[in-house]
């Protein structure tokens, strides 16, 4: 039970002058209960990645398996499976609703998978629950409703489906401090009840803060692939297109070369408190 | 999903290649002219020679021949049903024939002139747009248009219409892949039902294009405004320069289409 993609590559419009390489030789593990982060620069195939994961595009070498079944474009059901297994929020989620009513929004997912009338209500409700949505939002045309609002509509309408795994591609751009939060701990909680979930995000911090493996993109190749640490270890010895260091690491990572006895860390409560004992240590 | 990435009408591909750098008036008469010629000859043969003049500027251009192609790909339901209509619909000596319907000899040649004249009207058409950026296509049928400005005719305005959509072309495509996307991977089934179902199953990809398109168009409006677009007499960052090998390729042009059309009327007498 997994989603494996094994030596992943993907070329758009090939054997035309506008081939693009996007992806190259890509190998990820996504386990349900765990978290998994996608970082890199723009254009580095991160979107083009998150797409392969529920068959919306298709290798162009090697493979991608949702629990162990290969994903094809010639196998319509096998996709359609895949697709409700594996739910796919994309980048600006917001534009792709339609629906006159929040509740008919969310409930189009569910619906689309066959879901029964009688359970359809409590679903719905769980959902909009779930992301935050108040009760009396739900007769409310989406339209009407602000960026953030439509956000949770969108991402509450995947959820709704409940797929096992959650793919989410830069769901937090353009959010507040408080709807970031509010939805990381979200995440961080279907992840306790066993979903898989792969963020794609610009934030390193982030993915530090939360992920249990971080993949790197550079030019649609893994930079690097591991848990936290390990791709921070990486991270500081290199450079990488696009990846900026969070102020953290790069503190703990001056301190660290001028001699102290501390690790390099994204955790500022840690480093806080290492620096407080380390300087203790030198006053004495 | 992949049947978005097939449509080249409209769509610009850079290469420097001979046909790139021609000024975009020459090719538009150009292409004027090769579709008068084009509805001027009727022998089976010239069509032919249609199929080689293709041929040879598609490779003057540089394009693979399959993407030159592909431009008649939105087209080929037209292309069969002319065919069609003229199939069983055009009057003569009978070949075949079941109840009411009946094929025609005549049918028969003109099913095949009228899709192959429309057929070789569309990728013609579609190599000027290949080789042609919208701007410079904009721009010289603003010029080619500009006698009739006098006459009130909203030359500019009607370039820069041309430019907008053009431009919006390969932008809304994009749009409604990823629109489409997300709806697939919430689970709508464009490719099964019936005709009603299927249509219906469209609404929810329409309603947010349309959204996005009205949003793109009043943010452009918005854009222009800002930056004090005040219609015509705007000078070119690069003017258009009609050079002697324009005139040239142009002539020479038109001497094989003239000698296209001479073989034409020597093959039918
Ligand atoms: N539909 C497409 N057709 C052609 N090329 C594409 C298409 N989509 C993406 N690409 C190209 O593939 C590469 C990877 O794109 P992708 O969208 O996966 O990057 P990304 O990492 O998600 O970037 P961003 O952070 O900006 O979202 C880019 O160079 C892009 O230009
Ligand atoms: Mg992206």
């Known amino acids: ?284 | 999903m992949r049947f978005l990435n097939h449509i080249t009408l409209g769509q610009y591909v850079p290469t420097d290649s001979p046909l790139h750098f021609l000024d975009p008036r020459c090719k538009i008469l150009g292409t004027l002219l090769v579709m008068t010629v084009l509805f001027l000859t009727r022998a089976p043969v010239s069509f032919l020679v249609w199929g080689l003049l293709l041929l040879a500027l598609t490779l003057l251009s540089r394009l693979s021949p399959g993407m030159v192609l592909r431009g008649a790909r939105p087209v080929l339901i037209l292309i069969v049903f002319t065919a069609f209509i003229h199939l069983f619909f055009t009057k003569g000596t009978p070949l075949w024939s079941w109840g009411v319907l009946s094929i025609t000899k005549e049918g028969v040649t003109a099913a095949l002139r009228m899709s192959s004249r429309l057929f070789f009207l569309v990728l013609f058409a579609g190599l000027l747009t290949l080789t042609t950026s919208p701007m410079e296509l904009a721009d010289g049928l603003e010029r080619l248009f500009s006698p009739l400005v006098p006459l009130g005719f909203p030359a500019h305005e009607m370039a820069m219409m041309m430019t907008i959509s053009l431009r919006f072309i390969p932008t809304l495509l994009d749009e409604t892949d990823r629109i489409f996307k997300a709806q697939l991977a919430r689970g709508a089934d464009l490719d099964r039902g019936g005709l009603i179902r299927r249509l219906r199953a469209f609404v929810p990809v329409l309603i947010p294009l349309f959204v996005i398109v009205f949003q793109r168009a009043e943010e452009l409006a918005v854009a222009m405004e800002a930056r004090c677009y005040r219609g015509a007499g705007r000078t070119r960052m690069h003017p258009l320069r009609w050079s002697r090998g324009d005139t040239a390729a142009l002539f020479m042009f038109t001497v094989v289409l003239g000698g296209v059309l001479g073989m034409d009327r020597w093959l039918l007498s």
């Open chain 1, 1 to 284: 039970m997994s989603i494996r993609v094994t030596d992943l590559a993907h070329v758009y419009h090939q054997g035309t002058p506008l081939e693009r390489r996007a992806l190259d030789g890509v190998n990820l593990l996504v386990e349900p209960g765990s978290w998994v982060s996608v970082v890199g620069h723009t254009g580095s195939g991160k979107s083009t990645l998150a797409q392969h994961l529920n068959g919306l595009l298709f290798a162009t070498r090697g493979e991608v398996e949702v629990d162990g079944v290969p994903l094809r474009e010639d196998a319509p059901e096998i996709l359609r499976q895949a697709r409700k297994k594996v739910g796919l929020v994309f980048q600006y989620p917001e534009q792709q609703l339609f629906a006159e009513t929040v509740s008919e929004e969310i409930a189009f997912a569910p619906r689309n998978w066959g879901i029964s009338k009688e359970r359809l209500p409590e679903v719905v409700h769980a959902a909009a629950t779930r992301v935050g949505l108040e009760k009396a939002l739900l007769g409310v045309n989406p339209f009407n409703l602000s960026g953030g609002q439509k956000r949770r509509v969108a991402l509450a309408s995947v959820l709704a489906s409940e797929p096992d795994y959650l793919v989410l591609d830069e769901p937090t751009a353009g959010l507040d401090g408080k709807g970031k939060k509010e939805l990381l701990s979200l995440l961080s909680q279907l992840v306790r009840e066993g979903k898989g979930v792969v963020l794609v995000t610009h934030d390193l911090d982030t993915a530090l803060a939360h992920s249990h493996r971080i993949l790197v993109l550079e030019d649609g190749k893994v930079f690097a692939l591991g848990a936290p640490q390990e791709v921070l270890d990486a991270l500081a010895g290199a450079s990488v297109r696009g990846i900026v260091l969070p102020p953290v690491v790069e503190l703990s990572q001056g301190l660290k070369q001028r001699g102290w006895k501390v690790p390099i860390t994204p955790d500022a409560t840690t480093l806080y408190a290492l620096i407080a004992k380390e300087g203790k240590r030198c006053d004495s």
